[in-house]
Each structure stands twice: as C-alpha cells, then as structure tokens.
C-alpha cells in the first residue's frame, strides 16, 4: 500500500533558525512529489514539483530534494511569513490525477 | 490570470439536505479534481475529471457524485449530509491528465457544515 509521511507534525523555529522538515514514502512507482503550503482556511498553494532521485528545486527560501525513499524540504532562514502546513504529496503511476496527501507539518516562525 | 474560483465560500446545512457545490478551474486547464480536507488532516482525493469523464474516484459512498460541464467547469453533489460530511471541499485544476505537467492548482475551498 502506497505511504506518505511527514515529520515533525509541528515545528517552532525563530525567524532566522533554518530547519528541514521530512517526507518519507513507500511506493509502487512514483509519477510525481509535490510541495505544497497551505494557510489555515485557505486551498493548498503549490510549491515544487520533484520527478527523480536527486532532483532539487529552489524558491526563495525554501529548497526541495528527493531521493528514492524521502524528500526534504529545506528552510533557510525562515521569516514570520513562512509560518503555514507544509504537504508533502504523492501522485503514483497507477493513480493518474489523484494526489496523495501526507498529514503535514506546521511550522511557526516567531519574530 | 484568474485563479481556481470555488462558490459558496461557506454553507451551513441541516443532516439529511443536500448541497451542490462549484468550481471553475484556471483558464484553458481541462481537468478538474475534488478533496475533502476534514480538520488538522490532509485532503482526501474525492473525484477526478477530464474532458467531462470520470477518470478517478475515491473510496467515499456514492452519496458523493460529481460531473463536469463543456466549459471544464464542475460540480459536487453530496446527498442525505452526515455530520461527518462537515470540511473543507477543495476544488484543484490542472493543465493535462498526462504528460509533463502533472501539477494541481487549488481553489481557496468551500467551508461546509453540517448540523
């Protein structure tokens, strides 16, 4: 059975302390990893996509890496902005356009 | 561009009524997909629509149906509402079914509760 998971299930850091958060999954192919951020009330925004093993993506101060069993999403010197759920999604090769949704984690970042 | 677009914002039923709830995805995206966020999880796949045909389902009772229109525009029906039933309803487009581009656009949801 295909599994996503997240840790920590919550993460405090003060602005400025980078910190990395993780998503490990078991599958049995994988078309595609997502990062997502999502505010409390509001949809899922979308982050990065990752499609193999060793494939990194950057934006702003966030930084996305995938190896064949976890990704991990980087936050370098995060700001109060960066506080949100961080999702870690999974779309296997035999589930064409259903998104897996790990549980995420919630980061707040205090000035 | 116009993002994902969902109505209404939030809807407040009775058990046992029934809701229909909407979504126009981004301009030219003719996929549309449907979540269920209960609180302090993540979404949970509902529906997946492409060029007006059913191409996914998930495991929620056939109380939930859903259809999508010539203009890629979709709507969700849940029937007979459970208290359960009360979450965020999220409304994700995306470019194609297959190829390159695999990523989900997300609405900003429908808030329903049920009581």
């Known amino acids: 059975e295909d599994q996503v998971t997240q840790s920590p299930e919550a993460l405090r850091l003060q602005e400025g302390e980078s910190s990395s958060l993780n998503c490990s999954y078991t599958?049995?192919?994988?078309?595609?990893l997502f990062w997502y951020r999502q505010d409390p009330g509001k949809g899922p925004e979308f982050l990065f996509t990752?499609?193999?093993a060793g494939e990194e993506k950057e934006k702003e101060r966030l930084k996305a890496t995938l190896t064949k069993k976890e990704s991990f999403l980087h936050i370098t010197a995060p700001k109060p902005e960066d506080s949100a759920t961080y999702l870690c999604v999974l779309m296997t090769t035999d589930s064409w356009g259903k998104l897996q949704f790990g549980a995420g984690t919630q980061v707040v970042v205090t000035p | 561009d116009a993002g994902v677009t969902q109505s209404p914002t939030h809807l407040i039923k009775t058990r046992g009524q029934q809701v229909t709830l909407r979504c126009s995805p981004i301009s030219g995206h003719k996929s549309v997909s449907w979540y269920q966020q209960v609180l302090g999880q993540g979404p949970q796949f509902i529906f997946q629509?492409?060029?007006?045909?059913?191409?996914g389902r998930g495991n929620f009772p056939d109380r939930f149906s859903a259809r999508q229109f010539p203009n890629y525009s979709s709507e969700l029906n849940v029937n007979a509402l459970l208290l359960g039933d009360s979450a965020l309803y999220l409304c994700a487009s995306s470019l194609l079914l297959a190829g390159a581009s695999y990523e989900q656009y997300f609405g900003p949801g429908t808030r329903l509760t049920v009581t």
């Open positions: 990752l499609y193999s």
């Open positions: 629509y492409y060029e007006k045909e059913e191409r």
């Open positions: 599958v049995s192919g994988l078309r595609g």
